[in-house]
Each structure stands twice: as structure tokens, then as C-alpha cells.
């Protein structure tokens, strides 16, 4: 009998460290906030062939708080970053705009590589950009973008703006703004906002807005190194409802290897 509850054992524990492995999974971009790469780098496009695009790299930016805080990952400093293909431009991913969302020669990139030892390859999103200065650089958008488009440009921008400093952020799609901190870094709701550049050149300050895509909630994820506030579109229940599960089996499952244990023990 004491082997079958060991056998158990053997098998429940491994399932709870898989489980537990996506519930604790950090959002794309705050992966891309936290140095989960090899570099984060902004560049000019100078070549591209056929399986691979040749960058050269203006600046890298080390952000101050690491995905893993007890083991960060070592931060390359890189004058130039061959890129295997292909990668797209993140935030053109609609049929209008697919063609927009391939690099071209002479682009300015803010990007997240990993080298892959043959090169390098996307790692948690490519931007393009209007700058090489990352002070006042602006991601470029497609046209008529959509309100969490400009949020998450907000947000990027605002951070490599800051060289990496800035790296917490929340996110509010019913008042359509972004904050760090307590102050207010985007308005979707201010005529005169002007920090995101569209493709071509257009005056976004204003766009249409699809009522139903900004039904959303302020959602928290945690981090090695504190809590990072997150924008959450729907229903904040639905959206929370897998962990809330996922939760409990993990505790189910501690709670009846445990008592296993302690049962085999006495006999």
C-alpha cells in the first residue's frame, strides 16, 4: 500500500509543478520590461536577405528590475544584431495592415532578441519606431489604432524613455488612461495627446473606439520583484476564473499528499 501512495506521489507533484508553471507565466510585456532577453535593443535596419535581417545598434536598454531577481539574466551589449527571419512588427497584426508589419531597410526597431546561436531571433516583440533617441523616440502605429494599441505605446515608450527606470504601469480601459505611479501617462480621452506617432503621418489624437473593446478592468500580476498592473480586457471574473481553479487543485492536491504521507507514516 505504501508504494502505491508513493507511486501517487510520484505522479501528482510533477503535474503541480506544470500547473503551477502557467499560472505563474508573465504577460509578453512585462517580460519585455524585466530583461527576460539577451538585449533589448533600438536600431536601423541595414540589411536584409533572405533568412536573416542585419541591425545596427544605436542603444541597449537594461531595464532596473529583472524578471528573475535572484538569477538575472546577463544583459549583451551589442553593436550589431544579425536577426533570423522573419519577425513582424508587433501592433500590425490586422488584414489592413499586415503588410505594414514587415520590416523594410532604413526602419528604426525597438526590439527583444535572444540569441539563438545562429543568430538572433525575436524574443518578446519588435516595434518599430520613429528615433534612434531613445529619449524621445515614439512607436509608430498603423492607422486608426485601436485604444489598448496606444496603451501598451504608452507604456513601451515611457520606458525606454526612462532608459529602463520607469517599469510599472497600470492600465484602466474604462477611463482610457495609463499611469506610473500617480501620474497619468496616457489619456485616450485628451485632444492634444501627441506622444503616438501613426505610419503615416495621420492625426490619431481622437480615433473611433470600439465600445466593446474597452470594457475592461485593472488586473494585477506579480513579478520577482514586486507587483506590475496590467491591463485586462472582458470580464475581470472569466479572465481570473482558470487561476481561481487552478488554485485550488494545486491546494487539493498538496493537502491529500500530505495527509498520504502522514497516513503511511502511522501505519
Known amino acids: 500500500m505504501r508504494a502505491s501512495h508513493k507511486q501517487f506521489i510520484a505522479i501528482i507533484i510533477p503535474l503541480l509543478l506544470l500547473l503551477t508553471s502557467g499560472v505563474y507565466a508573465a504577460d509578453a510585456l512585462y517580460r519585455f520590461m524585466h530583461n527576460d532577453h539577451d538585449a533589448l535593443i533600438i536600431g536601423e535596419i541595414v540589411s536584409i536577405e533572405e533568412d536573416s535581417i542585419k541591425v545596427r545598434v544605436e542603444k541597449s536598454i537594461v531595464s532596473a528590475k529583472d524578471l528573475y531577481a535572484n538569477q538575472p539574466k546577463k544583459q549583451l551589449k551589442l553593436t550589431e544584431a544579425e536577426i533570423i527571419s522573419p ?149 475581470l471574473l472569466k479572465t481570473l476564473v482558470v487561476p481561481i481553479i487552478a488554485y485550488s487543485v494545486i491546494i487539493f492536491g498538496i493537502g491529500f499528499s500530505v495527509g498520504y504521507i502522514v497516513k503511511g507514516r502511522k501505519l
Open 87 to 235: 519577425f513582424k512588427y508587433v501592433f500590425f497584426n490586422d488584414d489592413n495592415d499586415s503588410s505594414k508589419a514587415n520590416p523594410s531597410l532604413g526602419d528604426y526597431v525597438l526590439m527583444s532578441i535572444l540569441n539563438s546561436g545562429k543568430g538572433f531571433k525575436n524574443a518578446w516583440g519588435a516595434y518599430k519606431v520613429d528615433s534612434l533617441d531613445y529619449k524621445n523616440l515614439s512607436i509608430t502605429l498603423p492607422d486608426n489604432p485601436s485604444i489598448w494599441k496606444q496603451m501598451d505605446a504608452a507604456a513601451i515608450k515611457a520606458f525606454v524613455n526612462s532608459d529602463g527606470q520607469i517599469t510599472e504601469f497600470s492600465f484602466d480601459g474604462d477611463t482610457k488612461t495609463v499611469r506610473s505611479g500617480e501620474s497619468i501617462i496616457f489619456d485616450g480621452n485628451d485632444e492634444d495627446a501627441d506622444d503616438i506617432i501613426p505610419d503615416d503621418g495621420a492625426d490619431i489624437s481622437k480615433p473611433p473606439v470600439d465600445e466593446k473593446e474597452i470594457s475592461s478592468s485593472i488586473g494585477i500580476i506579480g513579478g520577482a520583484d514586486g507587483p506590475t498592473s496590467i491591463f485586462i480586457a472582458g470580464n
